[in-house]
Structures are given as C-alpha cells and as structure tokens.
C-alpha cells in the first residue's frame, strides 16, 4: 500500500526556516508530479507548491515565492520543502501528496496519494 510519511514540522518564531521533507513507500512515484498543501484550523487546505515529475517544472502559491523552494529526489524517494523567513500566517498543517497527472497541478483534486500531514507553528 502507497505510504506518504511528512516529517519536520514544529515551532518556530517569525523568520526562521524550516525543512520539511516526505517519503514515499509501496509503490514507485518516479511519474508522478508532486506537491504540498497547508491546512490552518478553519480554513480549507491550500496549495503550496509543486514539483513536476521530472523535477524540471515547480509551482508557488504567490504568498510563498521567494521564501519556498520544493525539491524532490528519486534516489531516495523523497520530497522536500524548504522553507524560509516563515511567518505567522505560514501556521498550518502541511501534507505532500502525489499526483499522476506527472505536470504538477494546483487543484488538491488532482492528487491521489496523500500524507497525514506534519504541524508547522511560526510564533511572531
């Protein structure tokens, strides 16, 4: 069964950085693009950033241009997101997910393999 596992959250005060990253397991990902989504209490889950299979092609919600980079390395089935100068309004759940479109959609509809996800907190 495919596995998704996010891991390098926490608490951090405004400004700071953060690596998240996300392995896969249970099945190979190599043709799929990949992403990161948030989710703040209330709100609905957002699209962050994405990576296209290859990992020639990325996409950035506005808000985090400049200050997030996703990177993804086969070798090791892994995605990544590093994140600098976050601040308050970065406060969410974050979750990678995998989609077989292979091009890296904005849409969390088009994702078919989710995390459960890893709490990030940016004190001000």
């Known amino acids: 069964q495919a596995q998704l596992v996010e891991s390098g959250g926490g608490l951090v005060q405004a400004g700071g950085s953060l690596r998240l990253s996300c392995t896969t397991s249970?099945?190979?990902?190599?043709?799929?693009?990949m992403g990161w989504f948030r989710q703040a209490p209330g709100t609905e889950r957002e699209f962050v950033a994405s990576?296209?299979?290859?990992?020639?092609?990325?996409n950035y919600k506005n808000s985090v241009k400049g200050r997030f980079t996703i990177s993804r390395d086969k070798s090791v089935n892994g995605l990544y997101l590093q994140m600098n100068n976050l601040q308050p309004e970065d406060t969410a759940v974050y979750y990678c997910?995998?989609?077989?479109?292979?091009?890296?959609?904005?849409?969390?509809?088009?994702?078919?393999?989710w995390g459960q996800g890893t709490q990030v907190t940016v004190s001000s």
């Open positions: 997910a995998a989609s077989s479109s292979g091009i890296g959609s904005t849409s969390a509809t088009e994702y078919q393999y």
């Open positions: 249970g099945r190979t990902f190599h043709s799929y693009s």
């Open positions: 990576i296209s299979w290859n990992g020639r092609s990325t």
